[in-house]
């Protein structure tokens, strides 16, 4: 079956525009989580949805980041005003439900370059 | 909280070769720890994953980890490289099922 998808796969911005990226998950996977990825690191956790609770935000770095879920499905990562640090690869991945010994399925990533 | 050190952000081997890549964790009680690989613009992929069963995991393509609690390590390896293998590694831990931390990523190239 069609595993996660996200686009744009690629997106450059001038600072200070807003940026939207979409998270396609696999169809019937209630939880979905975003993670950054900059040049040389680790993933960052920024956010999860499990269902129609409210999201654990606890890892969105700053308020210019923001993110929904609508419907249970498509999500969408939000950030207002861009800053050239927000320059990395996003990246999208779901699972059948929220418990972290679950398999998490990524896409293959938004990469993001602010000039 | 937890956390997860890769040593070595790149590591290099001949084909054919053993493959070694180091992950060491901190956590004060029994952690949950991942290997995902990503291959060039690709998302990650599960190689396995140790939840508590056998300390020694397989996974694909060959990959196995072994769980050593005397050393907080879960090492990746296999024994024989392949050049299909170059790509990026991710060791990662989970505790108490509260959020899951990544290593910084151990990039793996195979030589002909």
């Known amino acids: 079956g069609a595993g996660v998808s996200q686009s744009p796969s690629n ?43 409210a ?3 606890s890892g969105l770095p ?54 | 909280a937890q956390s997860v050190t890769q040593l070595g952000s790149h590591v290099s081997v001949s084909e054919g070769a053993l493959v070694l890549l180091r992950c060491n964790y901190s956590s004060s009680v029994p952690p949950y720890l991942f290997w995902y690989v990503q291959y060039p613009n690709q998302g990650l992929q599960l190689l396995l994953k140790y939840t508590s069963a056998a300390t020694l995991v397989k996974g694909i393509n060959g990959f196995e980890a072994e ?8 090492h990746l390896t296999k024994p ?15 505790v108490n099922n509260n959020d899951m931390r990544f290593g910084a990523g151990t990039r793996l190239t195979v030589k002909p």
């Open chain 1, 55 to 57: 999201p654990d935000k």
């Open chain 2, 67 to 74: 769980f050593k609690k005397s050393e907080t390590s879960f």
């Open chain 2, 80 to 94: 024989s490289a392949h050049m299909s293998d170059a790509a990026e590694y991710f060791c990662a831990v989970s």
């Open chain 1, 11 to 53: 997106k450059v911005t001038e600072k200070g525009k807003d940026v939207e990226l979409r998270c396609d998950p696999i169809s019937g996977h209630t939880a979905l989580y975003w993670y950054r990825q900059s040049l040389g690191q680790g993933l960052e956790f920024l956010i999860y949805f499990q269902g129609n609770s």
């Open chain 1, 62 to 115: 700053s308020d210019r980041f923001s993110a929904e879920r609508t419907g249970g499905s498509v999500s969408t990562l939000t950030i207002q005003r861009t800053q050239q640090e927000d320059s990395a690869v996003y990246l999208c991945a779901s699972s059948p439900r929220h418990t972290y010994q679950e398999t998490q399925y990524f896409g293959p990533g938004t990469r993001l370059l602010v000039l």
